[in-house]
């Protein structure tokens, strides 16, 4: 069971570079998520899709894009990556059937120099 | 707009202790309550949760506790083993139960130090 699988697991970028994180499980969920970790700030929510074709904003999406490709994949995408972007991305999807757990992926570590 | 609180944000205890971690909601409307423990270089997981028609919830050494009208609710943790070392997190989530736009609100985190 692969569960949510992140890549990459570590990427370096200089400022103005763009990358795209990928996401992908394989459980069948409607809802994925895209979360950043920065120390003392928790997880906080930058996009999420309740379904295929459909996404919404979070708490922090100012700087980010996303696209969900299908049912399987929700990808993040820098277009323009700064400092303040540097931070442990984390992607999740929901069991569906009126369940509210989230199965986290084991993140990207992103540094932006 | 809706947050959640956590304290403390370091614990350190010998193993065999109790641990004890509180959260704090904003949201009067918020209904499910659950813990993720993180360890190094992994995502968060799942390890307890609760509904707001339950005051508490056990599952062998963890167990939640739910304060409604305080709007607390807290992490228990007995006979504290190394293994229990991580960081743990307490969220919240408001609206629909299941419902498909319902988001997760994170504590910042509580790390937990378990001495041998």
């Known amino acids: 069971n692969a569960g949510v699988t992140q890549t990459p697991k570590f990427q370096v970028l200089k400022t103005g570079q763009s990358m795209t994180l990928q996401c992908a499980q394989d459980?069948?969920?409607?809802?994925m998520y895209w979360y950043r970790q920065d120390p003392g700030m928790g997880l906080r929510l930058i996009y999420y899709?309740?379904?295929?074709?459909?996404?919404d904003k979070g708490e922090v999406p100012n700087g980010y894009n996303v696209s969900r490709l299908n049912k399987r994949e929700f990808s993040l995408r820098l277009e323009s990556a700064a400092p303040s972007q540097t931070s442990v991305y984390f992607c999740?999807?929901?069991?569906?059937?009126?369940?509210?757990?989230?199965?986290f992926g084991a993140g990207t570590r992103l540094s932006v120099l | 707009g809706e947050n959640v609180e956590q304290h403390p944000s370091t614990l350190s205890v010998q193993e065999g202790d109790s641990a004890v971690i509180k959260c704090t909601y904003s949201?009067?409307?918020?209904?499910?309550f659950p813990w993720y423990k993180q360890e190094l270089g992994k995502g968060p997981q799942l390890i307890i949760d609760i509904r707001s028609n339950v005051g508490e919830k056990k599952d062998q050494r963890i167990a939640v506790t739910l304060n409604k009208t305080a709007k607390h609710f807290s992490l228990h943790i007995t006979e504290t083993q190394p293994e229990d070392s991580a960081v743990y997190f307490c969220?919240?989530?408001?609206?629909?139960?299941?419902?498909?736009?319902?988001?997760?609100?994170f504590g910042t985190g509580t790390l937990l130090a378990v001495q041998p």
């Open positions: 949201d009067s409307a918020s209904n499910y």
């Open positions: 969220a919240s989530l408001g609206g629909n139960y299941g419902g498909a736009t319902n988001k997760l609100i």
């Open positions: 899709s309740a379904s295929e074709g459909t996404t």
């Open positions: 999740a999807s929901r069991r569906d059937r009126g369940g509210n757990i989230q199965y």
């Open positions: 459980m069948n969920h409607n809802s």
